[in-house]
């Protein structure tokens, strides 16, 4: 059983960052891949970045574009997002996930453990 705590969300303007992190806890003794994903009212929730526990296996969503980057702390079992560059359209709830069965995956079903997300506003 894995657990997942985001935090770092908040309101940003367009063109700020903002560190998205993502506590991982419980049986963190198995391999697990962790991703970002998502959601914005009124739509499906969206791939946008995971990093394995394979080495140097990240895997960005296309519409990230360079503007952020993932990054995975394995002494404090912690992953991080930081986004930069932020527009309005990346307003969204999102949520950390892990899966313990495939290197990495863009899609939702394969995760099997989710946090309760954090909301990030960006504003003009």
């Known amino acids: 059983q894995v657990t997942l705590v985001e935090s770092g969300g908040g309101s940003a303007q367009a063109g700020d960052s903002l560190k998205l992190s993502c506590k991982v806890s419980?049986?963190?003794?198995?391999?697990?891949?962790t991703a970002w994903f998502r959601q914005a009212p009124g739509k499906e929730r969206e791939f946008v970045a995971t990093v394995s526990w394979i080495p140097n296996l990240i895997v960005y969503g296309d519409f990230v574009k360079g503007r952020f980057t993932i990054s995975r702390d394995n002494d404090k079992n912690t992953v991080h997002l930081q986004m930069n560059s932020l527009k309005l359209e990346d307003t969204a709830v999102y949520y950390c996930a892990a899966n313990t069965r495939v290197p990495y995956s863009r899609e939702p079903d394969i995760y099997d453990y989710w946090g309760q997300g954090t909301q990030v506003t960006v504003s003009s």
């Open positions: 419980g049986d963190t003794s198995s391999r697990y891949a």
